[in-house]
């Protein structure tokens, strides 16, 4: 059901036109599934995840006969680690003025090397096994790494952020799939009305599968105030946007219904109360140089 990473598959090498030391990037969910360059890892057992990533970037300095950097997003510590690994199987976390030089031609040549359209061909075919839990932790890997290279505005982000939201809602996961369709949605608002609508009707669509009154109040008005903002510009143009549309005010109306007299709040405060409509992402602290776990004596490869 899952990948493992072998010197066999040439599709997980870096390019052989690539430039020296192309970081690789790797994942950790919060429930400790493990992802190397858009591949799910079997962990067999109870093996840590960083022993399983030093190995397969090990793996890749040992091919190269070079060594290798890696960023690696671990939501489980909630850091971001950037790490060396060497041929013998040694490595060391690296500060970021170590780290290779950042820029549009350094992310270009990464992912000339991992294209992410491939790693998105393989989210939909999990998905079509369905495969869920692996493709929406590639999901989420391939997200995170393009939001922290691209920023989250960027459109190579917000796809991956739609797919992400599309295989949530697929796993039945409706809150999950409601922030991040909202956060596509918003930044469509900000930054691009004319192709917001279809966004927020994504968001729309997940939105109606919540049960949680709070949740529906304050998620709702946010939606609200989309499909309002789009009809003023003259943008609702689908006869299912206006349809949307009109159910997300009948659904947020009925339920302010059940709250009268001094219990009733304005939406601004229960959205305050509740904190933000669609959080963006966590920001993730980077790991202080010399960080244990990722740092290993040489030979202890299990490759």
């Not at 040694?90 to 992310?107: A, K, M």
């Not at 922290?148 to 409706?174: K, N, P």
């Not at 998620?219 to 949307?244: D, K, V």
């Not at 904190?275 to 990722?294: N, S, V």
């Amino acid at each position: 059901m899952s990948h493992s990473l072998t010197p066999r598959d040439n599709g997980n090498l870096p390019a052989l036109s690539a430039p020296p030391l192309i970081r690789l990037d790797a994942y950790v969910a919060e429930d400790g599934s493990t992802v190397v360059n858009g591949h799910l890892l079997e962990m067999g057992g109870m093996r840590p995840s960083n022993e399983a990533i030093l190995d397969a970037v090990a793996m890749f300095a040992r091919t190269l006969g070079a060594p290798v950097a890696a960023t690696v997003i671990d939501r489980s510590a909630q850091q971001v680690a950037r790490i060396r690994v060497y041929p013998d199987g040694s490595s060391r976390t690296i500060g970021e003025e170590e780290d290779l030089p950042p820029g549009r031609e350094r992310t270009a040549a990464e992912e000339e090397a991992f294209p992410p359209l491939a790693r998105v061909e393989r989210i939909i075919q999990h998905a079509q096994r369905e495969e869920l839990h692996a493709a929406f932790v590639l999901a989420s890997a391939l997200r995170e790494h393009l939001t922290l290279r691209r920023g989250a505005e960027d459109e190579l982000s917000l796809e991956a952020r739609g797919v992400e939201a599309y295989i949530a809602y697929l796993r039945g996961d409706y809150m999950i799939s409601t922030v991040l369709a909202l956060t596509v949605a918003r930044i469509r608002c900000r930054t691009d009305l004319n192709r917001a609508a279809p966004e927020v009707a994504r968001a729309t669509a997940a939105w109606q599968r919540l049960q949680d009154e709070g949740q529906v109040a304050t998620r709702g008005q946010e939606l609200l105030h989309m499909w309002e903002r789009l009809s003023a510009a003259g943008l609702l143009q689908e006869p299912t946007h206006h349809t949307m549309a009109q159910a997300v005010r009948a659904r947020v109306e009925r339920g302010s219904q059940y709250v009268e007299g001094p219990a009733a709040a304005p939406a601004a405060a229960l959205t305050a109360a509740q904190g933000p409509a669609a959080p963006e992402d966590t920001p993730l602290k980077p790991t202080r140089r010399g960080l244990r776990r990722f740092t290993r004596r040489p030979g202890r490869s299990a490759g």
